[in-house]
Nanobody, 124 residues
Framework: QVHMVESGGGLVQAGGSLRLSCAAS????????MGWFRQAPGKEREFVAA????????YYTDSVKDRFTISSDNAKKTVYLQMNSLKPEDTAVYYC?????????????????WGQGTQVTVSS
């Protein structure tokens, strides 16, 4: 069983930066692919970024490429999402998710564990 907690969300002006963290408060994230998803009010949850279980591959949705970076620490205890050049359309609740020995799927289906989310609000 893995329990994850996101942090780092908040209110930022357009063009600003935030770094989200996803830490395991119970269990370990070792050997898990990690994904970041987001859900804006009235919209479906959408894929943002993912990193494969071995850390060798990363994936991004087109709208965040060259602005967001997903990474994990060496012990795979925390996964980060560095978000730069934020736009109002990035406003959403951001969730991290874990998929055991996954490749880093853009679909939410393979992910077994989900955090409770952290709010990101970008003002114009």
């Amino acid at each position: 069983q893995v329990h994850m907690v996101e942090s780092g969300g908040g209110l930022v002006q357009a063009g600003g930066s935030l770094r989200l963290s996803c830490a395991a408060s119970a269990g370990t994230l070792r050997n898990y692919a990690m994904g970041w998803f987001r859900q804006a009010p009235g919209k479906e949850r959408e894929f943002v970024a993912a990193i494969s279980w071995n850390g060798e591959s990363t994936y991004y949705t087109d709208s965040v490429k060259d602005r967001f970076t997903i990474s994990s620490d060496n012990a795979k205890k925390t996964v980060y999402l560095q978000m730069n050049s934020l736009k109002p359309e990035d406003t959403a609740v951001y969730y991290c998710a874990a998929d055991y020995v996954g490749g880093g799927s853009a679909s939410p289906s393979p992910y077994e564990y989900w955090g409770q989310g952290t709010q990101v609000t970008v003002s114009s």
